[in-house]
């Protein structure tokens, strides 16, 4: 069964930079669509950005543009969300997923591995 086993969450000041991890284990797919997505309290979950690993290729929801980056390696099979100038409205338990198809459009039916999430907050 897959398993996704996220990282790296904390606690930051506006302004402030994390890096998540997401490590995939035994994907029976070489490439696949890997994401992330978060959810503020009260709110639904919310695509921020995916990959495929095949080639790299990259998606990003307009709110994080600029200030995300998404990454992969691999050889670990992790893929990684660098978030940089993070604001409170970042805040929330952001979530790794993988799906084979359906993934560059950030929407969370397509996506059907789910990871345990890891907090992020970001206070002002």
């Known amino acids: 069964q897959v398993q996704l086993v996220e990282s790296g969450g904390g606690s930051v000041q506006t302004g402030g930079s994390l890096r998540l991890s997401c490590v995939a284990s035994?994907?029976?797919?070489?490439?696949?669509?890997m994401g992330w997505f978060r959810q503020a309290p009260g709110k639904g979950r919310e695509g921020v950005t995916s990959?495929?690993?095949?080639?790299?290729?990259?998606y990003y929801a307009d709110s994080v543009k600029g200030r995300f980056t998404m990454s992969q390696d691999k050889a670990k099979n992790t893929v990684y969300l660098q978030m940089n100038s993070l604001r409170p409205e970042d805040t929330g338990m952001y979530y790794c997923?993988?799906?084979?198809?359906?993934?560059?459009?950030?929407?969370?039916?397509?996506?059907?591995?789910w990871g345990q999430g890891t907090q992020v907050t970001v206070s002002s």
């Open positions: 997923a993988a799906t084979l198809r359906g993934g560059n459009s950030l929407q969370e039916k397509y996506f059907d591995n």
């Open positions: 990959i495929w690993t095949g080639s790299g290729g990259t």
């Open positions: 035994i994907y029976p797919a070489s490439s696949k669509w």
